[in-house]
Every structure is written in C-alpha cells, then in structure tokens.
C-alpha cells in the first residue's frame, strides 16, 4: 500500500525554523509530483508549494514565497520543506501529497495520495 509519512513538525517560536521531511514507503517518487498543503483550523486545505517529479519545476504559495523552499532526494525517496522566519499564521496541519505525472501543482484535489500530517505550530 502507498504511504507517505510526513515528520519534523513541531513548536517553534516566531522567526524560527523548521524543516519537514515527507517520506515515502512501498513506492518510488521518481514519477510523482510532491505537492505540501496545510491546514489550519476552520479553514480550507490550501496549498503551500509543489515540486514536479524531476524537481526542475516549483512553486509556491504567495504567502510563503522568499520564506520556504521545496526539494527533493530522490535517491532517499524523500521530499522537504524548508520552512524560515515562521509566522504565526503558518499554524496549521501540513500535509504532503504525491500526484503521479509530474506535474506541479497546488490544488489539492489534484492529488493521488496523502500523508497523515504533522502539526506546526508558531507560537511565542
């Protein structure tokens, strides 16, 4: 069964760091786009940046452009979200997502297979 299991989450304070790791077991990502989402509480799943499956193409949402950076390894079957200087409404549940094709993109309808999620929460 495809399964894809995000960690890294955390509490961290405002201007902080973290990174999120989105590993995959029982298959390759070498064909799948990686898309990250969040969700924050009473709100809508959005989403938050995307790599394609060779990782020449990304994108981000407006909110965390210049702040957060997608990559990939897929060597180690993994994809990472560098997320800097955290705001508070970063908050939320984030999510990563493997959409086959390759194609980037933020809309999580799109996406094939889902994560558990791991909480961010920026905080003082």
């Known amino acids: 069964q495809l399964q894809l299991v995000e960690s890294g989450g955390g509490l961290v304070q405002p201007g902080g760091s973290l990174r999120l790791s989105c590993a995959a077991s029982?298959?390759?990502?070498?064909?799948?786009?990686i898309g990250w989402f969040r969700q924050a509480p009473g709100k809508e799943r959005e989403g938050v940046s995307c790599i394609s499956s060779s990782g020449g193409r990304t994108n981000y949402a407006d909110s965390v452009k210049g702040r957060f950076t997608i990559s990939r390894d897929n060597a180690k079957n993994t994809v990472y979200l560098q997320m800097n200087s955290l705001k508070p409404e970063d908050t939320a549940v984030y999510y990563c997502a493997a959409l086959y094709g390759g194609r980037c993109l933020l809309e999580p309808r799109r996406y094939d297979y889902w994560g558990q999620g791991t909480q961010v929460t920026v905080s003082s």
């Open positions: 029982a298959f390759t990502l070498d064909y799948y786009a």
